[in-house]
């Protein structure tokens, strides 16, 4: 492939605010009802019917907005979105047009290129600027599976009909694939972290589509750009990008032309596909909605919002990385999940300070243990006080290393007490270097042609020395004294 191309993306987020129930009317936003459960004259546009704004969703849309660096305007107004489709029951959208809710965003996040086997290399600071946050309505859902004649028939659920969404739309900022994917994993986490959303993809809470062309390096000009949709995962996202900057250099590198189309990606055959053509595309004349007055919010409303946003994962990460020396994958892995953060916060003060000792424990042996049962941070039965203990009983030599993996999976299983299973074990390291010494001398005189060996020589034996008297102190001696004192002894 040609380097002299540049990529050039844009991105649309759809987050559906996490509301008991709809924007416009007081029907519950459960997920997973009975199909129509959840409907009202309102939300099924029957004639006559007027929709009440939710004020909840405007406090989460003011939420997310500020977590995304956006500026909330005083006053934004509802708009009225045109078109004609089976599930939306109005003919129109409720949404919002010229003037959003929020503008203006820049949001500092962290990104990477990836290798083959996908692993990040040299994480770096990026600025996206968020051109507008601004609050509208879901669609109901034509359903096409799983139901009786569904080849004569289309069923059209419209439970999510009236479902708060915040759409969230950027400047084309993004140079790679990699960016555009790290910035959707950064927006979700922010988004989660504020309690905004559950930005969860699988159950369609969060959706993206992405604006995607190429130009020549040092143009200035956009080329054709294809709008992609049915990214059902930030990864499908990512690979549908990168086939399409493919195929658009290819085509141009060949001195075809390109249409500007809406395609699809289809992970089954990993391509996309055209959905339609800029001809087919809609004017959705939009006008203000005349049933709801403009939204108006005071300055006191944003600040009250703003002081009582917890600290974000993005910052949260970079103190990680300040305050605490850790990598900034390890930093994101801690801050990726709130309870997490702070459960890793807690046990470094409770270790006496040790910050890598309690983030390397946390990352490689409770977190395993915790995938393992299903569990979030804060339902660990290990509570971060008792980690940190665990971290401290190592640092102070009094179990080792590896005698600590085992009291980590006996705490998890039974709630006890690192000190607690230690003492009932019996499983206090020996750092008394006069009973070592004993315990190296009967080694070593038990083991005379090794030794011969060895001091003509043959180092390698050095291991087995070792092994023989960690067998003999039945593993409770110190292995770094063992080491020091064998050394001296076998000199
Ligand atoms: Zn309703």
Redesign the pocket.
Known sequence: MSNSWETIIGLEVHAQLSTES?IF???STRFGDEPNA???????GLPGALPVLNWRAVELGARAALALGLRINHQSIFARKNYFYPDLPKGYQISQYDRPFSADGTLEIMTAERDEAGHAHEWKPMTVRITRLHLEEDAGKNVHEGLPDVDRYSYIDLNRA?VPLAEIVTEPDFRSSWEAYDYVNHVRRALQSVGASDADMEKGNLRCEANVSVRRKGETAFGTKVELKNLNSVRFMQKAVEFEVERHIKTLESGGRLTQETRLWDDRLSETRVMRSKEEAHDYRYFPEPDLPPLVVTDEFIATIGSSLPELPGPRAKRFGESYGLSFSDASQLTSDRSLADYYEQAVEASGGNARGAANWIRSELLRELEHAGLTADKSPVPADELGALVRLIDEDKISGKQGKDVLVEMFATGKSAGAIVEERGLVQVSDTGEIDRVIDEVIAANPNQLEHYRAGKETLFGFFVGQIMKASKGKANPKIVNERLKEKLK
């Open positions: 709809k009317c007081s029907c959840n409907t009202c004259p309102v939300c099924l009236g």
